[in-house]
């Protein structure tokens, strides 16, 4: 991460040691410069003295000589400036400024070791995932002079555009300077190719174009370095007086659409494998390519104009500072923050914003590079942009926005908009789609979704699932056509009443089903029964009694009465799932009917085979999945009989409680699959309410107690010991068995991993997850060919 | 006796990409384009294993 560990530069001058360089260089401008930086590099790094006090003494210097540019100052200017930075050095510790190079470096090394521990890098290494225990190491290296004249620079560049992906050399570069001032964003540097500084619009010259020595070396070591590490590169360069030398190399970090392109184009040119390619890519960035663009023809009212420096788009309230972006963002508002620059202090901030706009930096920018890898929308150097921490605004050219005003930030053209500006969601490249094709040749776990409406559904298929692996019938009832009817059934005094209901609700559910079979056509559906408790179906307070009373025309007291009557002490353990099938068999049985007429309806219609796969949750026992299985069957003749139409469908399972995955032999005599109810069977296993778990999982993560939210990626040891018990049970029993999984994991990368060394069939998850789940899974089948 | 120091660039490289967990991604990166030949300033890299015994003994080195 750029700049999260210190660096001090220039060390080893001191008042006797920058004569030599002075007289070594024949540059005594250059000298006392290198010098200046480093006692107030040294003093902010070292010794504590904050970096400001050093900046407003430089610009008292200038101003009180008319200065506007650094560039003006002589090398008397940089010496009288020394005397002044050493006495503020005193005046803030009380001590002179060491002079012994020795001290200086064991200063600076006790320095580095030492910000290991402090804030900012505890915050990254949280978000990282990396262990304090690994320590970091320190470099000493000899300095290369960057500001040795105008024959010098420094730059930053990545071997490919690490914004797009696209194959061009991509940078930024400041001719006599050090490697802090194009990081730190301090001065805007200049690009490195003419291409881009023709298409930024710059007057100042390129690298190419001002020093085409040195930048055709460079462009050789890109080439070296790709071949050799195989990879997109980010690289620190300097050139002293002609000279290139190369001061950093890693993997770069990019956007998502970047990793996909850069993948796809190293594959097609022979430099990795598609299996590499695949493994490539990080399956949950996947989401930035999800996010949603500018509609292009919104009205918009443009406030500002920077750099595009990581694209996608976002609407949020102005924040000013990184803890309010991190206190707003905690309290549920989505925000924009907006900084002259970022440093590393602000990460929290950053990660807790929606987009990032600064007013100063370029493409390479603290603030660029951090966005860009944490997929969050940035526009940088928006350089008209003037931010007025007192009174709580910034303002364009007079126009102010105030802190809690809603903008707009589009990272990919660099604009800023004031209000909302409508969003449009994205189409899928050409990179996407060859990508998830080399994904899907390799996994062999089949990839549904969970969804109940047709738009979710419609856009599940459009990602790719193969079926739907869970149906969630109660959000039908919650819709305002059918609640007042299903309320009725659950008031319902006898059976026959209770029917009476149920058969006004039968239409507008079959039509639940139609819908979805009419887009699902002959893949699978699992549907799953009604699954919570009654009462979460009746008003609860009394003006929601007296509200519903007098919208339905049920009487008031008789919906009290009913909802008191029905409530329980801990309904997630209590009359649901197939209990209710049990206790009530006309609503279960309501239901097959609805699937079955539909089925019957749209294979008619799409002369095709509709397969249902009707689902019974809460299991616990053999007798209850048997008892529930014939009376559907039942229903299944009797359509069958009216409709002369063949209906496709299997029975089976949710395997959510312990003694279903402990009895998953006996249960799979009646069950034609399982699927892995794994949130309650966390629930379960654990003995841990999800909506409790909230206010004491965080200290088990940080204790160590738990490595991680066990709602988020599934616990192996535990919840995982018995899915894998009642898969081998389930096939010993049932062989050929169809097995999947529907909680929240199934789009969790580390959990699908887990179920596909349990040689699960498929896994389920949410639409927009259904990409992620595609990709987790032809890794999972890459990384484990060889050993399953 | 256990290697604190790893040089690089200057004629003599001990590390390589593939020390990253004792040199850190710099200073294994360093110590590999070195290798490659590549121009890098001379220099050395200070392991983690100095930083774990410098925060876990009240900021003091390893002897050695």
Redesign the interface.
Known sequence: MPGMMDTVLNLGLNDITVAGLAILSGNRRFALDSYRRFIQMYADVVLGVKHHIFEDILERYKDDNGYHSDTQMSADDWSALIVDYKKAVRDALGQDFPQDPTEQLWGAVGAVFESWMNERAIVYRRLSDIPASWGTAVNIQAMVFGNMGDSSATGVAFTRNPSTGANEHYGEYLINAQGEDVVAGIRTPQSLTKKARQEMGDAEPSMEEAMPDAYGELAQVFTQLENHYRDMQDIEFTVERDTLWMLQTRSGKRTAKAALKIAVDMADSGMISQEEAVLRIEPLSLDQLLHPTLDENAPRDLVATGLPASPGAATGEVVLSSSEAERLAKAGHKVILVRTETSPEDIAGMHAAGAIVTARGGMTSHAAVVARGMGTPCVSGASSVRIDQEAGNFSVAGRVIKQGDIITVDGASGQVFAGAVAMVQPEMSGDFTTLMGWADEARTLGIRTNGENPTDVKTAKGFGAEGIGLCRTEHMFFEADRLAHFREMILAEDKESRINALEKILPVQRQDFVDIFRIMEDKPCTIRLLDPPLHEFLPQSEDDVAAVAKATGLPAGELMRRANELHETNPMLGHRGCRLGISYPEIYEMQARAIFEAQALVSKELDLLVHAEIMIPLVSSDKELEILKTAIEKIADQVRAENGHDIAYTIGTMIELPRAALRAADIAKHAEFFSFGTNDLTQTTFGLSRDDAGKFLPDYVAQGIMEKDPFVTIDQDGVGDLVAIAIERGRAARPGIKIGICGEHGGDPASIDFFHRLGMDYVSCSPYRVPIARLSAGQAAIRHKNTT | MTKYVYEF??GATDGS?KDK???????A??A??AS?G???????????????H??END?TYPAD
Do not use: D, I
């Open positions: 660039g200057g990409a967990n004792l040199l850190g991604g710099k200073g990166n360093l590999e384009m490659l590549l121009p890098v300033p001379p220099g050395f890299t200070l392991t983690t294993e100095v930083c774990v410098y925060n900021k």
